[in-house]
């Protein structure tokens, strides 16, 4: 079974509306990590946003939040007033208790329409 | 500073060369970590140190030799690759290797093997 689940291939999005990505999440674990990574065209991973599993409260970032609900195991990244250089595959990913690994979904291609 | 650095950014090598991958933090993060990316999947784990020490190896073939140096560099050593190699290798590191440590990616080093 997947770990990391991202429903979403592709996303269009109108430039300075919102976006909401989806990722869920499959742990026995306690004590885990969730991660969203964006990553443009170029290559470059560049890590957006982090919530651990006991933050009561939601990570925010600037123009990203995480949508993180626990019961649900979802932990989804809003980004808020889309921009062009928003467009770039977003990966979310988790790393479990001491877990050596960060394990991630098959990502999620989101692009900015002008 | 959450910079990792990457070299070379592009290399071309025949099936019979002997190359090298570098990479290089100055964040004192002790775990460092090798991926393999082929395009429009998740990065896929080769490679884990944790203290200067090889913690995980993902059944990698010995044609990728990896070496870690000192804390703050880590190389991957490149012998008798197939054009199956191909890819962008990422290098990444964590402050040490618990579910709240965030990876940090460099660049990437696209390769071709011809």
């Known amino acids: 079974a997947q770990k990391i689940t991202q429903t979403q291939p592709g996303m269009f999005v109108q430039e300075k509306e919102a976006v909401t990505l989806d990722c869920t999440y499959d742990t026995s674990d306690q004590s885990y990590g969730l991660f969203w990574y964006k990553q443009p065209s170029s290559g470059e991973m560049i890590f957006l946003i982090y919530q651990g599993s006991y933050d009561e409260q939601n990570a925010t970032e600037g123009r990203y939040s995480l949508n993180f609900q626990k019961a649900r195991k979802s932990a989804n990244l809003v980004i808020s007033a889309s921009q062009l250089g928003d467009s770039a595959m977003y990966f979310c990913?988790?790393?479990?208790?001491?877990?050596?690994?960060?394990?991630f979904g098959k990502g999620t291609r989101l692009h900015i329409l002008p | 500073d959450t910079e990792v650095t990457q070299t070379p950014k592009h290399l071309v090598m025949g099936m019979t060369n002997k190359k090298s991958l570098k990479c290089e933090q100055h964040?004192?993060?002790?775990?460092m970590y090798w991926y393999k990316q082929k395009a429009k999947k998740p990065p896929e784990l080769m490679f884990v140190?944790?203290?200067?020490?090889?913690?995980i190896n993902e059944s990698v073939p010995s044609r990728f030799s990896p070496e870690c140096p000192n804390s703050s560099l880590l190389n991957l050593h490149l012998h008798a690759l197939q054009p199956e190699d191909s890819a962008l290798y990422l290098c990444?590191?964590?402050?040490?290797?618990?579910?709240?440590?965030?990876?940090?990616f460099g660049p990437g080093t696209r390769l071709t093997v011809l």
């Open positions: 140190y944790s203290y200067e020490k090889l913690s």
């Open positions: 990913a988790m790393r479990e208790g001491q877990d050596d690994k960060i394990i």
């Open positions: 990444a590191s964590s402050q040490e290797t618990s579910s709240t440590d965030t990876q940090y």
């Open positions: 964040m004192g993060h002790r775990a």
